[in-house]
């Protein structure tokens, strides 16, 4: 089946610092990534969807400058937390479709990245 | 009120039981429907799409009601590699992007 694989899988940061996280699409091209976060015995919450060439679009009340996302090829979307603080600390997910809309095929996930900000 | 709403449980249910998950989705929108399974700490991984005709894949069956925006995930048998937490997933928009309910968890008791 088709792989995403994101890295990396556990980061630790100062509050201050930026931590950038790569979501590839390892046998596929993906138009659309999307980014997710979780925070400990709660949900996926998706905070942006990125599209290869274009900005990305944020959901409601995810801050753009602070979360900042590039989408520059078919197989590589990044994830940016710029001034990371300690609230920031959660797990990132990504996830990649081939196609677009209802002609995309099924999400498959990225490993996560646990970010613990101290 | 979250557009994806689950029981989040734990249900504890001992080996062999049959256990039910219900989920009900609030945005009229949402075009398809799928159940996750997510073990701890790990990233979640496609269980099975539903569909209004109900499908089955071995032990589970899943069912969709479109008229009253009901979803369910029935297992039979359960083991004890069942146990993880079950995300009820709709998936709606140009982007096909997927809403994830809360999560319910099923802890299978030897």
């Known amino acids: 089946g088709a792989v995403v694989s994101q890295h990396p899988s556990r980061v630790i940061c100062k509050s201050g610092t930026s931590v950038k996280i790569e979501c590839r699409s390892l046998d596929f091209q993906a138009t659309t990534m999307f980014w997710y976060r979780q925070f400990p015995k709660q949900s996926l919450m998706l905070m942006a969807t990125s599209n290869e060439g274009s900005k990305a679009t944020y959901e409601q009340g995810v801050e753009k400058d602070k979360f900042l996302i590039n989408h520059a090829s078919l197989t590589l979307s990044t994830l940016t937390v710029t001034s990371a603080h300690p609230e920031d600390s959660s797990f990132y997910i990504c996830s990649a479709r081939e196609g677009q809309g209802v002609w995309s095929t099924e999400a498959f996930f990225g490993q996560g990245t646990r970010l613990t900000v101290v | 009120r979250k557009e994806v709403e689950q029981d989040p449980g734990p249900f504890n249910v001992p080996e062999g039981a049959t256990v039910a998950f219900n989920c009900t989705y609030s945005?009229?929108?949402?075009?398809?429907f799928f159940w996750y399974r997510q073990d701890c700490r790990k990233e979640p991984k496609l269980l099975m799409s539903v569909y209004s005709s109900g499908n089955e894949d071995g032990r589970f069956t899943a069912q969709l009601n479109r008229a009253s925006q009901y979803i369910s995930l029935l297992i039979r048998d359960s083991k004890l590699s069942d146990s993880a937490t079950y995300l009820c997933?709709?998936?709606?928009?140009?982007?096909?992007?997927?809403?994830f309910g809360t999560g319910t968890l099923l802890a299978v008791q030897p």
């Open positions: 997933v709709a998936s709606r928009g140009a982007t096909n992007k997927l809403i």
């Open positions: 945005n009229s929108a949402s075009q398809s």
